[in-house]
Each structure stands twice: as C-alpha cells, then as structure tokens.
C-alpha cells in the first residue's frame, strides 16, 4: 500500500495520468477499469491531453466502467454513459467495441452482471483499476456492510450516496436512482493495480479510515489494505486525518529520489 499526498487535486491527476500513459506504452492493449464523479476528470483531462498532443494511442486499450444508475437511459445528462462520453470517450481512439458499461436497460440484470464479469475475464482482468471514494468509504456503489467477496451485481444506494448525489440531479434526492449495477468489491480488489484518488475535506474521515482504521466490511474501502499494489492519491485536505502523514510524506519523497 502507498499513500501519495500532495498539496491539490491537480497534482494527484498528474501522478495518475502518468501511470497510466506509461502502461498504455507498455502495454498497448491495457484493460482499465474507470471511475466516474468529479474526481477523476482532472485525471482524464490529461489523458485527453497526452492523446491529442503527445499521440497516446489508446486504439486498442479496452476499458471497464465501475458502475451504472439503473432506472434512467444511457443518454440521460447524469447516466454514466453520458459522463464517460462527455469526460473522455469522445475525445480519445478508445473504439466503441472495447468500452464496456454496465447496460442500466437490460431486461435481465443478473445474467447481464455475469456476463460483465465473464467479459473481465476474458480479456485477461484488469491491468489497472481508478477508483473514487464515498464519504461513508464506498467504492463503486458498493455501500457499507457489502461483502469482500462481492461480485458485479445490482446494489441499493444508500440515504448518504443519494444526499451526495442529489447535487447532480438538482438538489432533488427524490430525482436520484436508488439503485445500480456496480463490480464487487471482489472484482475490484482483483486488479492488478488499484489507483483511488481523493480530494478535499469531506473524504479526510474515509480516507483515515480506509487507510489506517481496521478492516471492515462497514468501510468497503478497507478491503483495499490487503491488495497487493494498491496507491491513494490524496490530496492534503483528504489527508488531514491520518495519523502517518508526513511519514506517507517522507516515504513518497525517498521513493522519488532512489528511483
């Protein structure tokens, strides 16, 4: 586990966003698992940005959504589909046929969620895998009390996600859909790399204690404590709770200069 902290949201982007232009290089065909919410559009900002300036080629990267409203069309302004669109898929040569969303319209949402699933083994599982965080700790729509052990599925979100998501749909919490298809906890701790990014005071308290609080299916982001290769990007706001931080601090700087 390493905790990166810098002094905004804008650094963090960098840090991701170079991450993953390096295993893109690396490895053309990246499987990337994404994230949608306000902070990862600084992060694919940039990677718009490396595509159209530096000809970061993303035509044969496939790509996993984390989760999806049901209850709305994919073309409605707050689907996901939408803000994936908006945010990065409309501006990079990712094809259509690799871009893999949860389908908020099927008719059979339980053979569709195995079908997701099978869809992330065939292509080898994810190579790495951006990921936000709720204030209760979530991750996907994977809310409190969800098992470690969870795969892609319907969930029920939760009164704290539809008050923190209501800010999207006009301050209408009547307007959010109360459920989702979301990956597991299980299938997203089994990527190989997890990148969770986080700003601003309203995380410090998830951040403590997915970082440094016991593990706890009550804090679903805890499950990442035991991931082989897991990095938080936080930014000094969202880590003003952690007991370690300038020890997070100085391990980050000395990895910098023996690198």
Same mark, same amino acid.
Request: hydrophobic share 40%; proline share 5%.
């Given at each position: 586990m390493e905790v990166i902290i810098q002094p905004n949201s804008q650094k963090l982007s960098v840090i991701a966003a170079n991450v993953i232009r390096k295993a893109v290089i690396r490895k053309p065909n990246l499987v990337l698992g994404l994230a949608t919410g306000s902070t990862p559009i600084g992060l694919y900002k940039l990677l718009v940005q490396m595509h159209k300036e530096e000809g970061v080629d993303f035509s044969k990267v496939i790509t996993f959504n984390l989760d999806e409203y049901i209850g709305i069309p994919k073309d409605h302004p707050q689907s996901y +589909?939408? !803000?994936?669109?908006? +945010?990065? !898929?409309? +501006?990079?040569?990712? #094809? @259509?046929?690799n871009?893999? /969303? #949860?389908q908020n319209i099927v008719e059979n949402h339980v053979s569709f969620c195995q079908e997701y699933e099978d869809s992330i083994r065939r292509c080898g599982g994810i190579d790495i895998q951006v990921l936000g965080i709720g204030k209760d700790g979530h991750i996907g729509f994977n809310e409190p009390g &969800? &098992? !470690?052990? =969870?795969?892609?599925?319907?969930?029920t979100l939760s009164k704290s996600t539809l008050e923190a998501n209501a800010v999207h749909f006009g301050d209408d919490i009547n307007a959010v859909p109360e459920m989702a298809i979301t990956m597991g906890i299980g299938t997203i701790t089994d990527a190989k790399q997890c990148l969770l990014l986080a700003s601003g005071l309203n995380k410090k308290d998830a951040i403590a204690k997915t970082i440094e609080g016991p593990i706890s299916a009550m804090v679903p982001a805890t499950a990442l404590q035991m991931h082989p290769d897991v990095? !938080? /990007?936080i930014d000094e706001a969202a880590a003003s709770s952690l007991k370690e931080r300038e020890y997070y601090k100085r391990s980050y700087e000395n @990895?910098? @200069?023996? =690198?």
């Open positions: +589909h939408t !803000f994936m669109n908006k +945010h990065f !898929f409309n +501006h990079v040569n990712i #094809p @259509k046929k871009q893999y /969303l #949860p &969800s &098992s !470690f052990a =969870s795969r892609t599925r319907i969930a990095v !938080f /990007l @990895k910098i @200069k023996y =690198s």
